[in-house]
């Protein structure tokens, strides 16, 4: 039987990945980057909202001479809307009322997946206490778009995650575990899109079909030998 194993599996892998859809294989997740440093004593507050120039491109008329690539000249005319699309969609505030926020610069910034517009701005809040962000961005166009917070003051730092069904964070002066706050939203991500649920799936199958297909030994083995027996495994498929 182990040369079926070598026949099928690969097999099984190709068709698995040729059914599953596009966005399996290559998914980006639209997300956004609100960065707030408060500086307190009645100082305005500074923040700094990174917007992917292809969320912007499907949002705003960017690429004036349709040439498919933004340049820094096609950003700056598009400054004034830019910075009425973001004060109209996002909101700060504390317990003493509404946070005036005013455009004050833009650059742009590189990540991963790409270049970013950043929108730069003032934020004159009447008080000092626990900021409250409401933020609107993308999610007619996206529900998936998230808007990642990150709130600042001193050495504290505080995060949060704004998506489509929860627009309105509520940011405390001091925060929990930011790892646990991105792990709880990655779930919560794959488990909503059956594409993702598909991807696992191709992932985690194949391991699945292996030990069924194999032959099963009269003993138990022990682990440094069942180790052994799964890396030949994975070699005699091409799959190292």
Not at 26 to 38: C, E, Q, R, T
Request: net charge neutral.
């Amino acid at each position: 039987m182990r040369w079926h194993a070598r026949l099928v599996m690969p097999l099984v892998l190709a068709l698995m990945l040729v059914s599953l859809p596009g966005s399996a294989l290559a998914h980006s997740l639209s997300v956004s980057h609100l960065d707030i440093v408060v500086a307190g004593n009645g100082q305005d507050d500074r923040v700094e909202l990174d917007l992917a120039v292809k969320d912007l491109a499907l949002t705003i008329a960017l690429d004036a001479n349709r040439d498919e690539a933004v340049t820094w000249g096609e950003l700056q005319a598009i400054r004034g809307p830019l910075g009425q699309l973001v004060t109209s969609s996002v909101a700060l505030s504390t317990p003493s009322g509404a946070c005036v926020l005013t455009p004050d610069g833009l650059a742009t910034r590189k990540y991963d997946d790409g270049m970013y517009a950043t929108v730069q701005l003032r934020a004159r809040c009447p008080s000092d206490g626990p900021l409250q962000v409401r933020y609107r961005l993308f999610f007619d166009r996206d529900p998936q778009h998230r808007g990642l917070i990150t709130v600042r003051r001193g050495d504290a730092v505080v995060t949060g995650i704004a998506r489509a069904d929860a627009q309105l964070v509520r940011m405390p002066r001091t925060g929990g575990n930011p790892f646990l706050d991105f792990l709880r939203e990655g779930i919560h991500h794959i488990l909503i899109g059956y594409d993702h649920l598909a991807f696992l799936v191709s992932l985690l199958l194949p391991g699945a079909l292996v030990r069924i297909i194999a032959p099963v030994n009269d003993r138990e083995p022990d682990s440094e030998s069942a180790a052994q027996q799964t890396a030949q495994r994975f070699a005699a498929s091409s799959w190292v």
